[in-house]
Nanobody
Framework: QVQLVESGGGLVQPGGSLRLSCAASRSFLGNYAIGWFRQAPGKERDGVSC????????YYLDSVKGRFTISRDNSKNTVYLQMNSLISEDPAVYYC?????????????????WGQGTQVTVSS
């Protein structure tokens, strides 16, 4: 069974940066749009960003626009989320997931295979 594995989370100071990676267990990421979601304790899982197969269409949550950048390297079967200028609202468990295409507003129900998540903590 295909699996997604997120990595790159950790503890960072406010204003710092992290790069999350989403790697697939075998060559198939190139056939799917990939979304990044985040879930803080007691809150719903929200769509943060999404990238389509052709790289030409992406989505960003308003609060991360200009700070986060999604990209993909199909040759490495990996999708990245570069997170800069991290702030107190960003800490959460971050998940990646597959979809046939990026919805106008990514929602959990639109996505199929999910990773186990990686924790992002922002603290001074």
């Amino acid at each position: 069974q295909v699996q997604l594995v997120e990595s790159g989370g950790g503890l960072v100071q406010p204003g710092g940066s992290l790069r999350l990676s989403c790697a697939a267990s075998r060559s198939f990421l190139g056939n799917y749009a990939i979304g990044w979601f985040r879930q803080a304790p007691g809150k719903e899982r929200d769509g943060v960003s999404c990238i389509n197969i052709d790289d030409a269409t992406t989505y960003y949550l308003d609060s991360v626009k200009g700070r986060f950048t999604i990209s993909r390297d199909n040759s490495k079967n990996t999708v990245y989320l570069q997170m800069n200028s991290l702030i107190s609202e960003d800490p959460a468990v971050y998940y990646c997931a597959t979809a046939r295409g990026c919805p106008t507003v990514p929602q959990v129900a639109n996505f199929g295979v999910w990773g186990q998540g990686t924790q992002v903590t922002v603290s001074s």
